[in-house]
């Protein structure tokens, strides 16, 4: 199992809100290992057959070459020519997530899918039924586990982007946790691009005005980051400084 920490130590009395982030592990390629077991522990890819295709999924094996979702076929060949390549199966995936949204729902109502291997889970006010969060989020994998056979990464936090930092983090088969007197310094070391909807354009542009890390971000005058990259400042600044009100949106919502 991957890394397992509780920050915070005390009572979920002390969270506003208790949000997981789930995201299960190579989700096609470990259905692909999960229903063929001589492709277990074997570099798989899938997608990407063609000349011009791209990898959707990589397992963890293809990972330790450096394979990643979205790579050129070509170059995924390149760096592990012994790679087994297959084909997508969407209904088999779909199948298979519609198992783990079940067993999402059995521990909160309020679940928010993102994709079919990811999706967010509103686990407040439900201590008294599962336990504290950690409780309920080691419960919550072992439970995917037993019903699928494939492995599921879990973060835990009072905020939708951090839960969804530390599930990242905690990946493969990982679970971590932290309460709300941790999250600012635990933001301010990260890299900025660890904030949801940072990409390769805003980076650069963030860059550019010396701002490296998120403690760079969150110590910049919301005025200057609002004339450098309009309304989008204002909302990355408040990320950065721990704020992040946005709900977690179930599909009766």
């Given amino acids: 199992m991957g890394a397992m920490q509780q920050s915070d130590g005390g009572s979920e009395a002390k969270w506003p809100r208790v949000i997981a982030h789930a995201d299960m592990d190579a989700f096609y390629a ?21 000349a011009r295709g791209v990898v959707t999924s990589a397992s963890y094996e293809a990972r ?3 394979i990643r979702s979205a790579m050129p076929s070509v170059q995924a060949r390149k760096l592990c020519p012994q790679a087994i390549f297959v084909g997508g199966r969407m209904d088999r995936y779909g199948e298979v997530s519609k198992v783990v949204r079940r067993v999402f729902e059995e521990f909160s109502p309020v679940v928010e ?11 407040t006010g439900t201590e008294r039924v599962h336990g504290s969060a950690l409780d309920a989020a080691g419960a919550l994998k072992r439970r995917v586990t037993a019903e ?16 969804k930092i530390l599930s990242d983090l905690s990946k493969p088969d990982g679970l971590l946790s932290i309460g709300p007197g941790d999250v600012v310094p635990f933001l301010h070391g990260l890299p900025v691009e660890r904030i949801w909807g940072v990409g390769r354009v805003t980076l650069a542009r963030l860059n550019q005005f010396g701002i490296w890390t998120i403690g760079d971000l ?25 704020n992040d009100p946005r709900p977690v949106v179930g599909d009766w919502q």
């Avoid at 494939?150 to 839960?163: C, E, F, H, R, T």
């Avoid at 969150?218 to 450098?228: C, D, F, Q, T, Y």
């Fill in 148 to 163: 699928t056979g494939l492995v599921v990464s879990v973060g835990v936090a009072p905020s939708k982007m951090v839960a």
């Fill in 218 to 242: 969150a110590s910049r005058e919301v005025g200057e980051l609002r004339m450098a990259l309009g309304s989008l400042g204002p909302h990355l600044h408040a990320l950065a400084s721990g």
């Fill in 64 to 66: 330790k070459f450096g």
């Fill in 30 to 50: 470990s259905v692909e290992q999960l229903d063929n077991p001589a492709l277990r522990g074997l570099p798989v890819v899938v997608g990407g057959k063609s």
């Fill in 113 to 123: 899918p993102l994709s079919l291997d990811e999706a967010f889970i509103d686990l």
